[in-house]
């Protein structure tokens, strides 16, 4: 019989088994034609690999993910994917969608031509975060809109529900009408959700709508609720512990989770990993790699109703991995459609896409010069210190906590520069209302200088935090001559800043160039005073109105339990 291609002498991954078995594969017309574990049938083969006893692994499977939040377009970073042994992603763009809507999404996936890598997308249900009573976005998609997404075939599930506080009180919101519309349309999709801290009733209410995925960081009471109540749990590389993996090991939970990354940035991904390093980290906890592979594909194809891959069988997709040391865990080489797409040994370098964006996606941060009269913030009293609401950092986690603290005034305006605090200021960008959000931030955020930046979590309007009104005024305009990004100052210098010109969260550069731009911005926040195990992330989440538990945006500050805006003066 003529096949394409005839891999000989592999160790091969039953999905079925949990195990491997030394095999001949047999691959026909970019699928899996057969396993022969006899090693005894001849075919005639286009094309002869010996595996020399490497291990052959299904292609590995992110089901919760932003591409955006690398900053890095479609071409480059699935790239760099294929390197970790990614083969499938799917998506959620809710953040360029906030910015440009259904026509960011579109942009995205016109990007992928000529991409090897699967991508498939969530439609974002959460075009704002909140509300628009609570922050401005670029773009707002209301339940009529992601029906029109949902028309597109690279869409196959709903995407994060974040308002989740919301939707449990209030089912009149566009969410919630499109979730019934999807489980009647739609019957196949799965409805991923965002709920930090839900728990009991309130979780139940939020599983009784149907949506029965969450992928955020938990305790263990969290956790154990969401297993126990039928969810299914998607775990990143910051929630794996040795007692999760023990409760997982000692409750046989291997059907109702996967390991995912969400958010991965352009550094990290290049010094580090990507949905391999989570797998890694699991097994380091306890974890039997067999089960870590497990969880890394069959599980998260499963949940995607992606029934053709995830699994080394007849008739799916000949997506897979060669893999020298289980242990270790180094890919040598990563196949797609039985298409070798990333060789160890003869590594390609990444050749940049002709796509380019539309026009305007270029020219997205409509905001005018900032001047020292516009981050004065007025204050009525005749006394010489107010009570204000400030935010505390925590390295950790990207929850903050909401403090009540005095604060000097001089000459009728919080004099914030004489306090221990930073200012934080959030001036819409879009062009819509030219609002500015003001805070005060405390805890292991920076301790001088100023970082602002447009790549600000889900509204990406232009936020600033700092010491000296110099260094804010200076570094936001910064901002706004560059059309977008992040840039850190000191004393009216530039001591880091990373472009990201596209919609002013993203960067048509490699992951080599963009990553070592990350890196260095990293170093500046650190030297800034900023202590986290991820800065950039902290930094750009305490404008995330879902998040616990004091954020901010162009509104003001938001008190997230409550979904209100609350007055910076307590």
Known sequence: MKIDLLIKNVKIYNSYLKKFKEANVAILDKKILHVDTKKEI?????????????YMVPGLIDIHMHIESSMMTPAPFCHQLAK????????EPHEIANVFGDRGIYAM????????????????????????????????????????????????CVGEVMNYRKVIVDDTLEICRFIEYVKKE?????????CPKLLDLELSKFLYLGINGDHTEHTMEEFKQRFENGMFVEIQAKSIEKELID????????????????????DTFLNEGHLNVVMKKAVKEGLRIEDAIYSATY?????????????????????????????????????????????????????????????????????????????????????????????????????????????????????????EYCLIAVFERHGKNGNIGFGLVTGDSIKKGAIATTYAHDHHNLMVIGKTAVDIIKAANRIIEIQGGICAMENGNILAEVELPVAGILSEKSVEELGKEVEKLRGAMKALGYKHYNPIMSLCTLSLPVSPALKITDKGLIDVAES??????A
């Open 564 to 569: 209100k805006v609350v007055s910076l003066i």
């Open 299 to 419: 599980t998260p194809a499963r949940r995607m109703h992606l029934l053709d891959r995830g699994v080394l069988a007849p008739g799916k997709k000949a997506d897979f991995l060669f893999v020298e040391d289980l242990e270790k865990f180094e890919i040598k080489n990563t196949f797609i459609d039985g298409k070798e797409v990333y060789n160890s040994s003869e590594e390609k370098k990444y050749i940049p896409t002709t796509y380019r964006f539309p026009e305007d996606f270029y020219r997205s941060v409509h905001v005018k010069n900032i001047k020292a009269e516009d981050i004065k913030i007025p204050v009525e009293t005749t006394e010489k210190e107010v009570m204000c609401r400030v935010i505390e950092v925590s390295d950790g986690s990207t929850r903050t906590k909401e403090l009540i603290r005095p604060v000097p005034v001089k000459d009728g305006y919080l004099d914030w520069e004489s306090s």
């Open 84 to 91: 970790n042994g990614v083969t499938t992603i799917v998506a």
């Open 186 to 194: 739609k019957p196949t999709y799965a409805i991923e959700g965002h």
């Open 109 to 156: 996936i016109k990007a992928e031509d000529n991409i090897d890598t699967s991508i498939f997308y969530g439609i974002p249900s959460s075009v704002p975060s909140t509300s628009e009573e609570l922050e401005t976005t670029g773009a707002v998609i209301d339940c009529e809109g992601m029906k029109k997404i949902a028309e597109n075939p690279n869409v196959i």
């Open 247 to 266: 409760y997982i090991k000692e409750n046989n939970l291997y059907e109702h989770f996967s390991f995912v990354t969400d958010d991965v940035m352009a």
């Open 42 to 54: 001849e075919f005639d083969a286009e094309k002869i690999i010996d595996g020399k006893n490497q």
